[in-house]
Nanobody, 121 residues
Framework: QVQLVESGGGLVQAGGSLRLSCAAF????????MGWYRQAPGKQRELVATISSGSSTNYADSVKGRFTISRDNAKNTVYLQMNSLKPEDTAVYYC???????????????WGQGTQVTVSS
């Protein structure tokens, strides 16, 4: 069994910063891509940022230059540093990982439980 545990959400004023963390626990052989998604009330879940096993990154246009995704493979953890936050960044943020639990075996998709980020104007 694999579980993703998120932390770091909260309430912040516009222009402020937050750092989200998501750690994977359980039977893990390797982790391929990691990413962050978000879902605002009444909207579909959308990609925020991804990072590959080789640390190549991809960002939504709306967060480029403000958010930074990074990973610590030794800790099976992905981070999202969010700076210059705007009220439109308010959403529940979810981490996602593609994990190979055992070898041999296929990679599987896992989601975190979500953490609320609220940015006040």
């Amino acid at each position: 069994q694999v579980q993703l545990v998120e932390s770091g959400g909260g309430l912040v004023q516009a222009g402020g910063s937050l750092r989200l963390s998501c750690a994977a626990f359980g039977s893990i052989f390797s982790i391929n891509s990691m990413g962050w998604y978000r879902q605002a009330p009444g909207k579909q879940r959308e990609l925020v940022a991804t990072i590959s096993s080789g640390s190549s990154t991809n960002y939504a246009d709306s967060v480029k230059g403000r958010f930074t995704i990074s990973r610590d493979n030794a800790k099976n953890t992905v981070y999202l540093q969010m700076n210059s936050l705007k009220p439109e960044d308010t959403a529940v943020y979810y981490c996602k990982m593609l994990i190979v639990p055992t070898v041999p075996g296929p990679q599987r998709l896992y989601w975190g439980q979500g953490t609320q980020v609220t940015v006040s104007s």
